[in-house]
């Protein structure tokens, strides 16, 4: 069975400083890896996606995430973070087709300080 | 981007009211999906559909019930609302990619 890992329940990092999100799975087969990202009150918006080819992908609001198959984990890093990315990020993993759902993870909630 | 829209946004509510979350979809998606989120908790897949006349139950048993009569409307029930079903709903919607797209949410509490 599918399934994925967030370690990291509740990361606190200070405005400008470098992040790191960390993303594990269990997949059979070759996994379609998705970021989301939710503000509070809010649904989810995806931020980057990977299926194939390069293994850092580029997604929304300056993220980015790189593919690991050997350790089977796809982080999400981002350069320098603002106050405006304090949110709840969810990692998730299914198929590219067919009627597979998405297995989420537990969710990171970021908070970012002056 | 999809258009995924959920209404009402916010909700308040008796106990034993009978309620109905809209959730309706522009983008021709044919799966739809309803997921139960306590705040700042994981998302809990409850029902989804493949197409029109097309349910299932989800990861996570639930009260409430869903309908598929057309492909852009995904309304779910609750007949008898209770305090335990104060919770935010999501709905989300994928084509033939696998990518969901969200709706904002209903964020619904039964008194």
């Known amino acids: 069975a599918q399934s994925v890992t967030q370690p990291d329940i509740h990361i606190t990092v200070s405005e400008g400083a470098s992040l790191e999100l960390r993303c594990n799975y269990s997949?059979?087969?070759?996994?379609?890896l998705f970021w989301y990202v939710q503000s509070p009150g809010q649904g989810l918006q995806l931020l980057l996606k990977?299926?194939?080819?390069?293994?850092l992908v580029q997604g929304i609001k300056g993220f980015e995430a790189e593919f690991k198959r050997s350790q089977s984990s796809f982080n999400l890093r981002k350069p320098s973070v603002h106050w405006s990315d304090a949110a709840e990020y969810f990692c998730?993993?299914?198929?590219?087709?067919?009627?597979?759902?998405?297995?989420f993870g537990t969710g990171t909630r970021l908070t970012i300080i002056p | 981007e999809a258009d995924i829209y959920q209404t009402p946004r916010y909700l308040v509510i008796g106990t034993g009211k009978k309620i109905t979350l809209e959730c309706s979809q522009t983008?021709?998606?044919?799966?739809m999906y309803w997921y139960q989120q306590d705040p700042g908790m994981e998302l809990h897949l409850i029902h989804y559909?493949?197409?029109?006349?097309?349910?299932e139950k989800g990861d996570l048993s639930s009260e409430s019930t869903v309908s598929r009569i057309r492909t852009e409307h995904f309304p779910l029930t609750l007949e008898s609302a209770r305090p335990s079903h104060t919770s935010q709903y999501l709905c989300?919607?994928?084509?033939?990619?696998?990518?969901?797209?969200f709706g904002a949410g209903t964020r619904l509490s039964v008194l």
């Open positions: 989300a919607s994928s084509g033939q990619g696998n990518i969901q797209y």
């Open positions: 983008m021709g998606h044919d799966k």
């Open positions: 990977y299926f194939s080819g390069d293994t």
């Open positions: 559909s493949y197409g029109v006349n097309s349910t």
């Open positions: 998730a993993v299914g198929a590219s087709f067919g009627n597979e759902k998405l297995t």
């Open positions: 997949y059979g087969a070759t996994p379609y």
